[in-house]
């Protein structure tokens, strides 16, 4: 499978923006996003599940952002609204072929493949 990620910017606080996970070849069974801050650990921050569509989101993102698949394209998005400064970083998508319990899938070490990052600024 590849992964690659796009929608990142430039964006004033509480702002939005959509980034988009493109993949291709075999169909994964979970798929996260991850985001990287200058300094900072890797940290998940919401995932998929696309047999029976569990999420899970880091509590510093609920009720802002929400992931969802669109199976016909391939892809797995992820809307960010109310954007903070603290949310500036780079984000990339990853997956893994099989399903990952809940407890684990904002685990980055779980997962199989990565895509490249996308810059997400949040600034005004």
């Known amino acids: 499978v590849q992964l690659q990620a796009s929608g990142g910017g430039l964006v004033q606080p509480g702002g939005s923006l959509r980034l988009s996970c493109k993949y291709s070849g075999v169909t994964p069974g979970t798929i996260a996003w991850f985001r990287q801050a200058p300094g900072k650990e890797r940290e998940g921050v919401s995932c998929l599940r696309r047999g029976d569509g569990a999420t899970v989101y880091q509590g510093s993102v609920k009720g802002r952002f929400t992931i969802s698949k669109d199976n016909a394209r391939n892809t797995v998005y992820l809307q960010m609204n109310d954007l903070k400064p603290d949310d500036t970083a780079v984000y990339s998508c990853?997956?893994?072929?099989?399903?990952?319990?809940?407890?684990?899938?904002?685990?980055?070490?779980?997962?199989?493949?990565w895509g490249q990052g996308t810059q997400v600024t949040v600034s005004s």
């Open positions: 990853a997956s893994r072929s099989g399903n990952i319990i809940t407890g684990r899938c904002l685990d980055p070490g779980v997962y199989e493949t």
